[in-house]
């Protein structure tokens, strides 16, 4: 099956940086998404991106489906940006959903 | 638009025990999903459905069962309760297979 890798596994920033999340996976794949889930476990889509660059206010990401890898970048970090991020893959043939385990993110006043 | 509810929110269940978990969606999405989380992992897909009247097997589809006799409801049982069931459950809906999906709060099951 696919691997799903995030990297890093933890992050703690001074609010007003700027940071960058990395999800890296195996093989190809047909979709891509990125997740939020705020610190009272509410789950929230923030991109749909098999490739390309789409960007949502501070946030944006990058996903370069022929290197495998998608970026997430947060500028100007708040602290209700806190939080655990998750990328998830799809591919058509396997007909399976794979999420990564995950960057938790702390902001800090 | 209330988006994706769930019910109930907490629910403690003795092994063996049944129960099912209901799930409503007011965005008319065709596709709907059980999820189950535990500690310190992320997501995996239990069942799906791609519309009224069917379901599919996910990633870990085994000790539930599922059905979607309306669209807008998405239901997941459990017949024989054990404590590897312990877990938070989130139900989704989306207008494409895995496109932008939209999560309900989540339902925490422990099983003793």
């Known amino acids: 099956g696919i691997q799903v890798e995030q990297s890093p596994p933890d992050l703690i920033l001074q609010e007003g940086a700027n940071s960058t999340l990395r999800c890296n996976f195996s093989?190809?794949?047909?979709?891509l998404q990125w997740f939020h889930q705020n610190p009272w476990g509410q789950l929230i889509n923030l991109f749909y991106i098999p490739s390309g660059t789409k960007q949502n206010g501070r946030l944006s990401a990058t996903t370069v489906a022929t290197e495998r890898y998608s970026l997430l970048y947060i500028s100007s970090s708040q602290t209700t940006d806190s939080g655990v991020y998750f990328c998830?893959?799809?591919?058509?043939?396997?007909?399976?959903?794979?999420f990564g385990p995950g960057t938790s993110l702390s902001v800090i006043p | 638009n209330a988006g994706v509810t769930q019910t109930p929110k907490f629910r403690v269940l003795k092994t063996g025990q049944s129960m099912t978990l209901l799930c409503a969606q007011d965005m008319n999405h065709e596709y709907m999903y059980w999820y189950r989380q535990d500690p310190g992992m992320g997501l995996r897909l239990i069942h799906y459905?791609?519309?009224?009247?069917?379901?599919a097997k996910g990633e870990v589809p085994d000790g539930y069962n599922v059905s979607r006799l309306k669209k807008q409801n998405f239901l997941l049982g459990l017949e024989s309760a054990a404590p590897s069931q312990t877990s938070v459950y989130f139900c989704?809906?989306?207008?494409?297979?895995?496109?932008?999906?939209?999560f309900g709060p989540g339902t925490r099951l422990t099983v003793t």
């Open positions: 989704a809906s989306s207008s494409g297979l895995y496109y932008e999906q939209y």
């Open positions: 459905s791609v519309g009224e009247g069917t379901t």
């Open positions: 093989d190809s794949v047909n979709n």
């Open positions: 998830a893959v799809y591919k058509t043939s396997y007909d399976k959903v794979i």
